[in-house]
């Protein structure tokens, strides 16, 4: 049960990455459920040692008597009073020891998990997160068996996940996606605790599931090979031999046809398959302010048209620690609401020391007046697409008004989060420190790519040109 849930679990957290239904407050509530059940599992465990410390001490105190009787028999077996203690012992306590062990351990903890169990999210929650996990897979084209748990420290799929997101492929009918997901499974099936052989998937389980799915795609070949290696793990399988005769005698039909729908450019551009254009420039700005005569910035232009610079190291690790810590304690005067699975919060220019140094740091780099005096910091975490144009009118920006936008990246993405330009072959794929420049034009809509995992944490401020 504990690795359902766990399971469960993890399609849920990454299921967020496209869907809005999952809201963060309803994963919390899944996430304490879990914690409940792994408490209650602690103290079921511990009512189980303390029963086996009983029968345990009970075993070494009449095993000492036996030892005592075995060195001494005559001394013993002609004693009345061992005699009356034998019998008394073996009348009394035994009977007793009968009650004790048909006594179901942790009774009380058996009840509290028949509750928590009614608890457990929904079956159509466990659809909706393998909709949204497959989604993610097919918007940037990963493939199952690169996310199994020992290849990749950051979205950790088992071979069981990877069976139980096939199996619930199949249950939507989406054999072709199914496909891959229980051959990862079956490829790297390797039990490797007590409980993953006790609670979780056999590999002939697995096998059982690849073949429905190869019979509903007529996949022939592919089924018989299947049969083939569920029979060396059970050749005595009667109901497996007769499917193998079956699928003998059948004639060949053609498999049915995978779409092949083509990525879209914005999949394309996401998933960093541009070429970088040879003409851009990397170098050294140190001719805009006398600030950056004194401390040069690297700036790499990453694109001409729309003009788009970035600042390495715009940032420095000082100044994130404090602008993380001024969102964490972001006042509910402050807090922005924008468009849906975005957090934001406003901060004047002269909130702090800092503020004004990163302020009269953009004002450097980019040569142009503020716009307002304020910034803005937004937390997004994996979610669809979005444009950088609807946050700003959701925070009721004139974007006519402004100049450039300039974008200072607080932390760092495992996968995903790129910016891109649409219908222009431009991704940029922004570091932690990294300062991003953007000119605004009105024909031109910045995306942001979908995080794959964690949250993007960045600091906004627009500009204007000078009079």
Known sequence: MMVGILCLLLLLLIASAQSENITVSELKKVVKLERELLHNLRIYAHELENRLRHINGAITEYGEHIQQLDGHPDLYMSNPLFAFRIITHMRQHWPAWQLYMTQPPGSDQLEMQQRLISLLPTRDAHKQAAQSLQSLFKFYNFAPANFLLENNKHLRLSSLDCYHMGRELYEQQKYHEAVDWLAAAAANYSPTTLHDKLLGVSLGRIHEMQLKVF????????????????????????????????????????????SAAPPSELQKQCRGNNKQNSYLVCELNDALTPFLQLAPLRLEEAWDEPYVIIYKNGIYEREIGHMKDAFEHCPPSARLRTIAGVKGCTISDRYSVITTLLTDRIVDMTGLNLHRNQMFLFEYGPREPFQLQDLHQSIDVNVESIEATAILFLNDMALGGAITIAHQEMAVFPRRGDALILQNEEDFQYTVCPNVVGNRLVLIKFLMANE
Not at 225 to 239: F, I, T, W, Y
């Open 215 to 258: 019979k509903k795609l007529n996949m022939r070949v592919e089924a018989l090979g299947v049969l083939s290696r569920a029979l060396e793990l059970q050749p005595e399988n009667k109901l497996l031999l007769s499917q193998l005769y079956q699928l003998e005698q059948q004639e060949p039909v053609h498999p049915l046809p995978a």
